[in-house]
């Protein structure tokens, strides 16, 4: 049980696993990558979200991926390995070596496709111990015209910037606002709303990623013909809303109870954010495989 990667089919355990400095991954953040998670033991949620994504991400950066059969593989086989009681699986392809420093990604010619799982504690099962406080980072999300956050590339560094602003301002995570002035999404998650009892989420052209989860959760929304809408959300509604809530992979729901220090509604989970966890919570079986 524990920490197992998997680099181009070969495992290797944390102090053993290697990659080259001359990877473009290293040097240029050339690289894409997706995080799963897995519900008793081995079913992955959204597996076939993730790759569909992960194959967008690789046609933006022009870069040719084996075949879904192949990467699905490395990721079960890996998990299996690890043999933990819930897994973390991050599946990194970097464009590989390039035989010059130097942006031509013709350098490289032999992707690096590597496995990494860990154990994974899911989020704790009480709403209340899941709630976070956040505050509005300076740094803005990129342009979708510079590094489109459709993107999930291995170069998070406008995130990680974002994120030690948000610290410095006393939050604990980080939301993002977009060149245009609107809420674009988190580090490393997407943003809701609830007012007067409408759930809202900034669009995909707010220049966000199209995160699986919230994908997930629009899905179980429409199917329960419950309001939501997408739209652009602008920073004092968001300190403004009844209720706000992140949502990822690794977090699934998780209720954001103060921003910039300001009180989100009664300062705890909102009755939507509980309402919608538990809806989650009994379809999540739809996604997993
Ligand atoms: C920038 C960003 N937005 C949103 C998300 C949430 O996406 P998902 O629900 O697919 O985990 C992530 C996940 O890592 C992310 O990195």
New binding site residues.
């Given amino acids: 049980m524990g920490t197992v990667i998997n680099i181009n089919g070969r495992f290797f355990d944390r102090n053993t696993a290697k990659i080259s400095v001359f990877d473009r991954g290293f040097l240029f953040g050339d690289s894409i990558f997706e995080?799963v998670r897995t519900y008793n033991k081995y079913r992955i949620f959204g597996l076939d979200l993730h790759l569909d994504r992960l194959y967008q991400s690789a046609k933006y950066i022009s870069l040719n991926l084996k075949s879904r059969k192949f990467i699905e593989g490395i990721i079960r086989k890996t998990i299996v390995r690890g043999d933990n009681p819930e897994s973390y699986v991050r599946l990194i392809i970097t464009r590989g070596i390039g035989r010059e420093i130097g942006m031509n990604p013709k350098y490289a010619t032999i992707p690096n496709y590597i496995v990494i799982v860990k154990e994974f504690t899911p989020p704790p099962e009480s709403i209340e111990n899941r709630c976070i406080e956040a505050a509005i980072a300076s740094v803005k999300r990129n342009y979708k015209e510079s590094l489109n956050?459709l993107i999930?590339s291995g170069n998070y560094l406008n995130?990680v910037l974002a994120h030690i602003d948000a610290m410095k301002k006393g939050g604990v995570e980080a939301v993002m606002i977009n060149p245009e002035g609107y809420v674009a999404?988190?580090?490393?998650?997407?943003v809701f709303i609830v007012k007067r009892g409408v759930y809202y989420t900034p669009p995909l052209s707010a220049g966000?990623?199209d995160?699986?989860?919230?994908k997930a959760i629009i899905r179980i929304l429409k199917e329960n013909r419950i309001r939501y809408e997408e739209r652009n959300i602008k920073p004092s509604e968001l300190l403004s809303a009844d209720e706000v809530f992140f949502?990822?992979?690794l977090r699934e729901i998780q209720p954001v109870i103060r921003i910039n220090g300001k009180k989100i509604g009664n300062g705890r989970a909102g009755e939507y954010t509980r309402g919608l966890l538990e809806l989650f919570k009994n379809n999540v079986g739809k996604f997993l495989s």
């Fill in positions: 995080v956050p999930k995130n999404e988190g580090t490393t998650f997407n966000i990623l995160g699986i989860t919230r949502t990822s992979t």
